[in-house]
């Protein structure tokens, strides 16, 4: 157990549809990172908010938007979802930022249909 | 920004056998190299890492090799055994970069 939680684990929805992924980091981490793995896939890095600030961005849809809150969970909002966006998403937590170890939560997965 | 190749994609190894996953990276200035491992239905977890200043690193029968100068660092896992088998990716990172780029991913089979 990383420490990470991650909810729903599944989610099934429709093309145009809006989901909302949530995370929990580990006590004590104030980084939260989001990352998109696709069916045989690397992980594609989405966005980082350390403390409630975004700190980093990657490869994200301007359909896609996150945030972290005072009590650090993060969620991370997809809107008018499309087939090409069913991945699993994960949410990893750090202490130290990224030269240091990355805890990753089990993902969700979600299927646009 | 960062380009993280690896290489094989798949690999299957006979119990006992050694397995060996390669990766390159494109940025000079990156300096922290892991290595993760995904089990399936789980998150990737970190299972060894190495730092520019380093050029090999040991932890019981996975090791990581370094070298700077080519921008290319592996992974040794000697006497594979069937709880080995899972994905296997690398990744660079550099110091005021924010984000780590991972490697598209090696399924490591090992046979019973």
């Known amino acids: 157990d990383s420490g990470v939680t991650q909810t729903p684990k599944h989610l099934i929805t429709a093309t145009g549809q809006r989901v909302t992924l949530r995370c929990s980091p580990r006590?004590?981490?104030?980084?939260v990172y989001w990352y998109q793995q696709s069916l045989d896939q690397g992980l594609q890095f989405l966005i980082q908010?350390?403390?409630?600030?975004?700190?980093a961005k990657g490869n994200i849809l301007e359909r896609f938007s996150a945030q972290q809150f005072p009590d650090l969970h993060s969620e991370l909002n997809l809107s008018s979802l499309e087939l090409g966006d069913s991945a699993l998403y994960f949410c990893?937590?750090?202490?130290?930022?990224?030269?240091?170890?990355?805890?990753f939560g089990e993902g969700s997965r979600l299927t646009v249909l | 920004g960062e380009n993280v190749e690896q290489h094989p994609s798949t690999l299957s190894v006979q119990e006992g056998d050694s397995a060996v996953i390669k990766c390159t990276y494109s940025?000079?200035?990156?300096?922290?190299f892991p290595w993760y491992k995904q089990e399936l239905g789980k998150g990737p977890q970190l299972i060894i890492d190495?730092?520019?200043?380093?050029g090999e690193k040991k932890d019981q029968r996975i090791a990581v090799t370094l070298n700077k100068t080519a921008k290319h660092f592996s992974l040794h896992i000697t006497e594979t055994q069937p709880e080995d088998s899972a994905v296997y990716f690398c990744?660079?990172?550099?110091?005021?970069?924010?984000?780590?780029?991972f490697g598209s991913g090696t399924r490591l089979q090992v046979q019973p």
């Open positions: 006590s004590g981490d104030l980084s």
């Open positions: 908010y350390y403390n409630g600030e975004e700190r």
């Open positions: 990744a660079a990172s550099g110091t005021g970069r924010r984000a780590l780029t």
């Open positions: 940025d000079s200035a990156s300096n922290y």
């Open positions: 190495i730092r520019s200043n380093v």
């Open positions: 990893a937590s750090s202490l130290q930022g990224v030269t240091g170890e990355l805890f």
